[in-house]
């Protein structure tokens, strides 16, 4: 299992998260965060003196999936979250150990 | 006395007075958000103290009968002899509806100088330092120009107060922002607005009490009065777009800030020429006017102080500006009972405005800085760094303007 965390434009989350659906993605976590990479912030002008704002709003989709998903899960949102501009974000994938479903105790596999 | 007059100047009291709230607005969204309700204060809490202190002695100050041009006698002390008959300055109108018309421009005058101490005072040390400025410097300035004293009588002309409000305000914020020192991460943290709509809010009220303000300043429901009405308007419309296009082609964009202030600024430079220039000087007095102050803000950073909302580059240079423009635009065709100006012939008033630019900015200037060290002495005027970074709302109010 790999958990895939996707940090990008917060305006096409509807897109990837209607793309990944229809891939059979069952579920994910969405949270607004602040940051920046190549892209840096933008300027902002106040009677005359800019200030530079560093931290843009972005989101950040994390999901956790069987490891032969993968490949179709990085293409799917690559396809959808991707401008060509800077600023379109990052893929992070990393191994996961173990996962616990809550309500019934089911792990790994059932439980994803 | 005339009841059309009394109705139309107790109603332009009334327009004056919204123009404090409205500037507590105006500056409460420039600052940043643990600010808001110690700025508000530092506006709405000259309501009420200036007010109180006029009644005593700044209307007797002010306008008492002269004493060597310098400062009006005792005789209106606790209000006095001010009462339902004919002003003695106006003899068209109740002594009372003079008497509070002109509490109005004594209220607002030092609330115009807390945006150059915002953020950093202490609110006991603001307190002292206004009701001392008002008897000290206000009530002089406002009898030398209205109430018999020099400068009025050397022919300097200033209709609706571009020496007595602004540029006394403007000399007396730069004092203060010399004095008080910069805030904390001057130059290195942002200081961001934190609610501009507020801002537009309170530059909009403005804009609408101060027809009150310069029309009002006919002291009658007249022709004058209507043309200043006009000029005030035509000023206020030609410095948001003198602004707005200085700021376009120097910034690279149009800003709300820019516009708000822009209108400001011009309102600020018409007031001393309101009543002395046809509408076409007024629109020429506005843009300028909106270059003028849009260049002053550029200089803070460069000289390098920290007047926290460009009181001076508003309220200093405008009114400047302004009374100057006076001396240029001035035309008895508009006032039969103002003076020519240098474009009408008469170079004379334009050094008589100069001579009272120079004398309102040295006098102002100077006595605040005394004020202002006699007020740190006694009760102090700089909050702690710790109350400073906690913000004014906590610290000076045990409150808070936001619950998010």
């Known amino acids: 299992m790999k958990k895939i965390e996707v940090v990008t434009r917060p305006y096409k989350l509807d897109e990837i998260k209607e793309a990944l659906t229809e891939l059979g993605i069952k579920g994910m976590t969405v949270v607004e965060v602040k940051g920046f990479g190549r892209q840096r912030g933008h300027k902002e002008v106040y009677r005359g003196a800019e200030y530079q704002v560093d931290f843009t709003p972005k989101i950040k989709i994390e999901l956790v999936v069987d490891s032969d998903m993968v490949p179709h899960v990085v293409k799917t949102i690559q396809d959808n979250a991707r401008t060509g501009e800077v600023g379109d974000g990052k893929i992070f994938i990393s191994p996961i150990e173990d996962v616990v479903r809550i309500r019934t105790g089911e792990t790994g596999h059932d439980a994803v | 006395m005339n009841s059309a007059d009394t109705a139309f100047i107790l109603i332009c009291a009334a327009l004056v007075m919204f123009m404090t709230p409205g500037l507590a607005l ?35 100050l002010s306008f008492g009968s002269d004493i060597g041009g310098f400062i009006g006698g005792l005789d209106y002390l606790w209000l006095n002899g001010v009462g339902q008959e004919a002003a003695p300055m106006a003899d068209n109108l109740p002594h009372l509806v003079f008497m509070i018309f002109q509490c109005m421009f004594a209220v607002i005058t030092p609330a115009l100088i807390t945006g150059a101490f915002a953020e950093r005072i202490k609110f006991s040390g603001f307190l002292l330092f206004s009701i001392l400025w008002v008897v000290v410097v206000y009530a002089p300035m406002c009898h030398w120009v209205w109430g018999g004293g020099w400068m009025g009588e050397m022919g300097a002309l200033d209709f609706a107060g571009g020496a007595v409000v602004h540029m006394s305000s ?202 202002l060290k006699i007020v740190d002495v006694i009760v102090g005027i700089r909050v702690t760094p710790e109350e400073e970074s906690v913000g004014l709302d906590v610290s000076q109010h045990s409150e808070t303007g936001y619950q998010f």
Not at chain 2, 33 to 59: E, Q, R
């Open chain 2, 170 to 371: 403007g000399a007396s914020a730069l004092a203060a922002a010399l004095y008080i020192g910069k805030r904390q991460g001057f130059g290195k943290q942002h200081f961001i607005p934190h609610n501009l709509p507020l801002t537009i809010l309170g530059a909009a009220i403005l804009w609408f009490g101060w027809f009150g303000f310069n029309a009002g300043s006919a002291l009658a429901a007249n022709g004058l009065a209507a043309s200043a009405f006009v000029t005030t308007h035509m000023a206020a419309a030609a410095a948001a777009c003198g602004w707005l296009a200085a700021e376009w082609l120097h910034a690279g964009k149009p800003t709300t800030l820019g516009m708000a202030s822009g209108a400001v600024a011009g309102l600020v430079a018409i007031t001393p020429a309101a009543g002395f220039v046809t509408p076409m000087g007024s629109i020429i007095i506005g843009l300028l006017g909106g270059f003028i102050c849009y260049g002053g803000v550029l200089l803070k950073p460069i000289l390098g102080y920290d007047d926290s909302l460009d009181v001076v580059g508003i309220h200093g240079l405008g009114g400047t500006w302004g009374a100057l423009a006076t001396g240029l635009f001035a035309t008895t065709a508009v006032n039969v009972g103002g003076a020519d100006g240098l474009f009408y012939g008469n170079p004379g008033q334009l050094w008589i405005q100069f001579v009272s630019v120079i004398a309102t900015w040295a006098f102002c200037f100077v006595m605040s800085l005394i004020l």
């Open chain 2, 26 to 60: 105006f500056y409460g969204g420039m600052v940043r958000g643990k600010n808001i309700l110690g700025t508000l204060m530092h506006s709405m809490i000259m309501l009420g103290v200036v007010s109180i202190v006029w009644a005593i002695i700044g209307y007797s």
